[in-house]
Every structure is written in structure tokens, then in C-alpha cells.
């Protein structure tokens, strides 16, 4: 299975800290207005929020794509800085996974785009591939290794996608949509796979039902802020909120039922 | 999704070329084409021995006659010209079947025919027993440019999701009345690829920002190249063809 980090991180440090975050676009867009997130490790939270709340902003700030701005983001104990190696570092340990996974897998076949991250940070031969093969079973797609990303249905491809940042032992993985253009039975399906993954996790969406399956703790950012935090259940059931947010349940859906049915199957 | 692009020429058999990793595949090529290329176009015999060579070939790479046959059509708009020769030709005449012939432009056409034909024959050969992943591994094995190597691999990975993308934009546009059947109705098919470039451009920036959160630093790592290499054995086996053609040549160079 999946480990937690090699490379010593600080034993008590959280896996993901983000303090006072600020960025605006080059034109003028100001799209995070000082967040501030702590994600424990080990812990599972949805970050919830309209369209155009920097959501996507603040995920790129994680690993130090976009930076320039006030604000320090740290990962289990290291802060991300310009600095060459630290970035390898910060790259490593926050694994991101892509909305639409045509963008994230890019090589001809699944085996080899999942041992892209590996191969990048140095690992050969058999290690290479037994890394390969641990995170494609963690994602039950160890018998598809070898053909191509365009032959596999949508849900299939988004679970590689998975795989392929499983492959770097993240300390955190980073979800954007994960359940967007899937049908019933693969957003189930990947929800299994997350559940089952002892890795911190934190996942961009606006389906507030799979938060609420799979995350215990949620926080709403909007218009560049973080305006709520708290247990999922008390988040979704707080029908003011959401609607302040432009944040909607399924028409029909009773958060408290299914709160109480997640807490009946354990 | 188009699932047949990845395999446009490639023949899906098992036989001992195609389990030869493909540089050594891709060298005999080149060298088997070099050699017909160097051959005195009046070595009527020496032609006769490469294609003895390629269908040898062909019968134990298992892909067909009939197949390597009507795939090598493809070079006929590139042969059109070599007919013409004998009748554009200047110099001493023959006639034949009351046509008027020039005798340089006689060997001129069939020197086109013949290297051509050849020459397709053996690429054909190669890309049938060859994955079009394989090729471009072989490629890069044999230290061709990453740079190249790498806009090949994307352009493989990436032409099926182009052309789902574009075959999308043409089902949305005709089902809103557009009808490009003549020349002045273009002007959406146009519009069309100029979308599709946008598209094509902003996919490559995220797939650029999703490479570089894997920790990409402008250099593909070569781990997967290491792995079925190819062995002296190998080397040996794929040599047999072009050291053969190389002999063919070197007596046609030496009797001429």
C-alpha cells in the first residue's frame, strides 16, 4: 500500500498549512484575499465554492506553480520558496490530480505515464516499477498497464490520473472535481478507492453530496476567502450559508438522512 | 473515440520480426534503403535480389502479400512523374508499340519505380511489424533529437482526443443548420480550426502546469528506455537483410 512520506517530514507538523495566502492575476484580478487553511495529517476536507472563488487559484499555490503574492504555504513542515530543490521537494509531497485527466496523462501508455513522477525524482529499474505497480493496484487498474489512456472509459482514466501522483507517495493529495463527468457507478467506484487510501486528502468540488460521503470537515472559500469551516454535516445542513455561497444540494437531497445513514454504515 | 489511429499500418502478429526491438528494425531499414539507393540503376539483377529479400521478409513477419501489395499503392502520385520520363527524355530514341521512347528516360522511369517501390516496401515492412509507440522508442534509442521524439509522442497520445474534439465541433455546428458543402459556407469551418488551435493551445499549457506538478524540469526522464534494449543477438539477427542488400550492391557497384 500506499505510505505516508520517506523524505522526513517534521513528525508533528500538519500536512498542509497555508497562512495569509494573497495572489492577484498580472491583470489586476485579485483572486485569494489572505487564506488560511490547516489540514492535519491524515485528514480528508472538501473545499467547497462557486465558480470564480479561486479555488483552482489557491490549489496552483500549493505546490508553488503560482506564487508572488503574501503569504507562506508549508507541507509537512516545508515551506514552498523559488529555491530549485525545495520545489522538487513541495512537487513530491503535494500530489495534484487534474480535472480533466486528458491533460494529466500525456504518455502513450498507462504504465509509463504513471512512472513519469517517479522516474522524475530519480527512481530506476525494479524500484521504479514496483512503484508503478503499487499505485495502479490502489487504484485497481493494475491489468490496464499497458494500454493507452484514449482506450480507457472516462472513469477509468481518471483513476490512472489518481495512480499517477499516488506513484510520488504524496503527502497530500489534491482532488480538482474528482467526481465531475463521471456516471453513478464510477463516482461511486472512486469514492471506494479514496476512502481506502491512507493519505491526507483534499478535494476541490461542488458536489456537496460526495463531500459530505467522503469528508468530515469542509470549508467554503469564497470571493478569495475562507468563510466556513466545520464538520460537513453542520455545513450542508445550514441552508443560509450555502445559498450566500451560490453552493446548491441535489434537488431533493436530505443532508441530516444522509448524514445519519454514512454514521449507520460506519 | 477513434480506436483505430494508434494502429493505422501496424500488423497485429506474432513472428520473430516483430519481437525485434525496433531500433535494430529501424537501422536495417535505413541501411536496406541506402544500399538500394546506391545500386547502378542498370543492375537489372541486383533489384531482383532486393525484392527477393522482401518478400522473404514479408513471409516471415507474416503480414501478407496482398496487404504489403495495396498499401504500396501509396506511392503511386509520388511515380507519376517516373512515367512520364521516356517521353520527356531527350537523347537516343527506341520506338516501341509505335510510341516514339527516349532510352535515358526508359532507365531514368524505371530507376524511380524501382528504388521507390523498394524503398516503400521495406517502410512498409517496418511500420507493420512495428507499434507506432515502438518507433518512436526506437528512435529514441537510437539518439534521435528528444525534442523530435517527444512531439512525436505527444502527437500520438494526443491526435485521438484532437480529432474526438474536432468531429465534436462539426456535430455541434451542422446541428445548428450549418451545411459546408460549397465554398462560401467555409467561413464556419474556418472559425472551426481556428477554435481548435485555441483548444490545442490551452491543453498544452495545462498539460505543461500538470507536467511540472510531477516534477518535470524540461527533460523526460529515460527510465522505460532501458528495459528491452536491444542485445548483440539481436543485432546480429536484423543485420542478415541489410548486409545482404550491401553485398547486392557492392557487386552490382563492382560488374557495372
Same mark, same amino acid.
Given at each position: 500500500?500506499?505510505?505516508?512520506?520517506?523524505?522526513?517530514?517534521?513528525?508533528?507538523?500538519?500536512?498542509?498549512?497555508?497562512?495569509?495566502?494573497?495572489?492577484?492575476?498580472? #491583470?489586476?484580478?485579485?483572486?485569494?484575499?489572505? !487564506?488560511?487553511?490547516?489540514?492535519?495529517?491524515?485528514?480528508? !476536507?472538501?473545499?467547497?465554492?462557486?465558480?470564480?472563488?479561486?479555488?483552482?487559484?489557491?490549489?496552483?499555490?500549493?505546490?508553488?506553480?503560482?506564487?508572488?503574492?503574501?503569504?507562506?504555504?508549508?507541507?509537512?513542515?516545508?515551506?514552498?520558496?523559488?529555491?530549485?530543490?525545495?520545489?522538487?521537494?513541495?512537487?513530491?509531497?503535494?500530489?495534484?490530480?487534474?480535472?480533466?485527466? #486528458?491533460?494529466?496523462?500525456?504518455?502513450?501508455?498507462?504504465?509509463?505515464?504513471?512512472?513519469?513522477?517517479?522516474?522524475?525524482?530519480?527512481?530506476?529499474?525494479?524500484?521504479?516499477?514496483?512503484? !508503478?505497480?503499487?499505485?495502479?493496484?490502489?487504484?485497481?487498474?493494475?491489468?490496464?498497464?499497458?494500454?493507452?489512456?484514449?482506450?480507457?472509459?472516462?472513469?477509468?482514466?481518471?483513476? !490512472?490520473?489518481?495512480?499517477?501522483?499516488?506513484?510520488?507517495?504524496?503527502?497530500?493529495?489534491?482532488?480538482?472535481?474528482?467526481?465531475?463527468?463521471? #456516471?453513478?457507478?464510477?463516482?461511486?467506484?472512486?469514492?471506494?478507492?479514496?476512502?481506502?487510501?491512507?493519505?491526507?486528502?483534499?478535494?476541490?468540488?461542488?458536489?456537496?453530496?460526495?463531500?459530505?460521503?467522503?469528508?468530515?470537515?469542509?470549508?467554503?472559500?469564497?470571493?478569495?476567502?475562507?468563510?466556513? #469551516?466545520?464538520?460537513?454535516?453542520?455545513?450542508?445542513?445550514?441552508?443560509?450559508?450555502?445559498?450566500?455561497?451560490?453552493?446548491?444540494?441535489?434537488?431533493?437531497?436530505?443532508?441530516?438522512?444522509?448524514?445519519?445513514?454514512?454514521?449507520?454504515?460506519? | 473515440?477513434?480506436?483505430?489511429?494508434?494502429?493505422?499500418?501496424?500488423?497485429?502478429?506474432?513472428?520473430?520480426?516483430?519481437?525485434?526491438?525496433? *531500433?535494430v528494425?529501424?537501422a536495417a531499414m535505413v541501411v536496406f534503403t541506402l544500399a538500394v539507393v546506391a545500386t547502378p540503376?542498370?543492375a537489372?539483377w541486383a533489384f531482383?535480389g532486393y525484392?527477393l529479400l522482401v518478400?522473404l521478409v514479408?513471409?516471415?513477419?507474416?503480414?501478407?502479400?496482398?496487404?504489403?501489395?495495396?498499401?504500396?499503392?501509396? *506511392?503511386?502520385?509520388?511515380?507519376?512523374?517516373?512515367?512520364?520520363?521516356?517521353?520527356?527524355?531527350?537523347? *537516343?530514341?527506341?520506338?516501341?508499340?509505335?510510341?516514339?521512347?527516349?532510352?535515358?528516360?526508359?532507365?531514368?522511369?524505371?530507376?524511380?519505380?524501382?528504388k521507390?517501390?523498394l524503398g516503400?516496401?521495406a517502410?512498409?515492412?517496418?511500420?507493420?511489424?512495428?507499434? @507506432?509507440?515502438?518507433?518512436?522508442?526506437?528512435?529514441?534509442?537510437?539518439?534521435?533529437?528528444?525534442?523530435?521524439?517527444?512531439?512525436?509522442?505527444? @502527437?500520438?497520445?494526443?491526435?485521438?482526443?484532437?480529432?474526438?474534439?474536432?468531429?465534436? @465541433?462539426?456535430?455541434?455546428?451542422?446541428?445548428?443548420?450549418?451545411?459546408?458543402?460549397?465554398?462560401?459556407?467555409?467561413?464556419?469551418?474556418?472559425?472551426?480550426?481556428?477554435?481548435?488551435?485555441?483548444?490545442?493551445?490551452?491543453?498544452?499549457?495545462?498539460?505543461?502546469?500538470?507536467?511540472?506538478?510531477?516534477?518535470?524540469?524540461?527533460?523526460?526522464?529515460?527510465?522505460?528506455?532501458?528495459?528491452?534494449?536491444?542485445?548483440?543477438?539481436?543485432w546480429l539477427?536484423a543485420a542478415t537483410v541489410p548486409l545482404a542488400a550491401t553485398g547486392i550492391a557492392a557487386a552490382a557497384v563492382v560488374l557495372g
Amino acid at each position: 500500500m500506499i505510505g505516508y512520506v520517506h523524505t522526513a517530514p517534521a513528525a508533528d507538523a500538519p500536512s498542509l498549512d497555508v497562512r495569509g495566502v494573497q495572489f492577484s492575476y498580472p #491583470d489586476g484580478q485579485v483572486a485569494l484575499r489572505g !487564506v488560511d487553511l490547516t489540514v492535519p495529517r491524515g485528514e480528508r !476536507v472538501a473545499l467547497l465554492g462557486p465558480n470564480g472563488a479561486g479555488k483552482t487559484t489557491l490549489v496552483l499555490h500549493l505546490n508553488g506553480i503560482l506564487a508572488g503574492g503574501a503569504g507562506t504555504v508549508t507541507v509537512g513542515g516545508l515551506t514552498v520558496d523559488r529555491d530549485r530543490a525545495t520545489l522538487a521537494e513541495i512537487r513530491r509531497r503535494v500530489g495534484i490530480v487534474f480535472q480533466d485527466p #486528458d491533460d494529466q496523462l500525456f504518455l502513450p501508455t498507462v504504465a509509463e505515464d504513471v512512472a513519469f513522477g517517479p522516474a522524475n525524482l530519480g527512481l530506476r529499474g525494479t524500484e521504479l516499477a514496483e512503484r !508503478v505497480a503499487e499505485a495502479l493496484d490502489a487504484v485497481g487498474m493494475a491489468e490496464h498497464r499497458d494500454r493507452a489512456p484514449q482506450h480507457l472509459s472516462f472513469g477509468q482514466r481518471r483513476r !490512472v490520473a489518481v495512480a499517477t501522483v499516488l506513484a510520488m507517495r504524496p503527502e497530500i493529495l489534491v482532488l480538482d472535481e474528482p467526481s465531475s463527468n463521471l #456516471d453513478p457507478a464510477a463516482r461511486r467506484e472512486l469514492a471506494g478507492i479514496l476512502r481506502g487510501l491512507p493519505v491526507t486528502l483534499l478535494m476541490v468540488t461542488h458536489d456537496l453530496p460526495y463531500a459530505l460521503e467522503l469528508c468530515d470537515r469542509s470549508v467554503i472559500l469564497d470571493t478569495g476567502r475562507i468563510v466556513a #469551516d466545520g464538520a460537513t454535516a453542520e455545513i450542508l445542513a445550514d441552508a443560509d450559508l450555502l445559498a450566500r455561497h451560490r453552493l446548491e444540494l441535489p434537488y431533493g437531497f436530505d443532508p441530516a438522512m444522509a448524514a445519519r445513514q454514512l454514521t449507520a454504515n460506519g | 473515440m477513434g480506436a483505430g489511429h494508434a494502429h493505422v499500418l501496424y500488423r497485429d502478429r506474432t513472428s520473430a520480426v516483430h519481437r525485434l526491438p525496433p *531500433e535494430v528494425k529501424i537501422a536495417a531499414m535505413v541501411v536496406f534503403t541506402l544500399a538500394v539507393v546506391a545500386t547502378p540503376r542498370d543492375a537489372f539483377w541486383a533489384f531482383g535480389g532486393y525484392l527477393l529479400l522482401v518478400l522473404l521478409v514479408a513471409a516471415v513477419s507474416r503480414v501478407g502479400l496482398a496487404w504489403l501489395a495495396s498499401r504500396s499503392l501509396i *506511392e503511386l502520385p509520388f511515380v507519376v512523374f517516373a512515367f512520364a520520363l521516356p517521353f520527356l527524355g531527350t537523347g *537516343e530514341r527506341v520506338s516501341w508499340l509505335g510510341l516514339e521512347l527516349s532510352v535515358d528516360g526508359l532507365y531514368g522511369g524505371w530507376n524511380i519505380l524501382a528504388k521507390g517501390t523498394l524503398g516503400v516496401l521495406a517502410s512498409l515492412l517496418l511500420a507493420g511489424t512495428t507499434t @507506432m509507440r515502438d518507433l518512436i522508442l526506437g528512435l529514441d534509442r537510437l539518439h534521435c533529437p528528444q525534442i523530435l521524439t517527444q512531439i512525436a509522442t505527444f @502527437m500520438l497520445r494526443y491526435l485521438d482526443v484532437l480529432v474526438g474534439e474536432a468531429r465534436r @465541433m462539426r456535430v455541434a455546428r451542422i446541428s445548428r443548420g450549418d451545411d459546408p458543402r460549397f465554398l462560401w459556407q467555409l467561413r464556419g469551418f474556418a472559425a472551426g480550426v481556428g477554435a481548435l488551435f485555441l483548444r490545442a493551445y490551452e491543453r498544452g499549457e495545462r498539460v505543461y502546469l500538470a507536467m511540472v506538478s510531477r516534477g518535470y524540469q524540461g527533460r523526460m526522464p529515460g527510465a522505460w528506455l532501458a528495459t528491452g534494449a536491444a542485445t548483440t543477438r539481436h543485432w546480429l539477427v536484423a543485420a542478415t537483410v541489410p548486409l545482404a542488400a550491401t553485398g547486392i550492391a557492392a557487386a552490382a557497384v563492382v560488374l557495372g
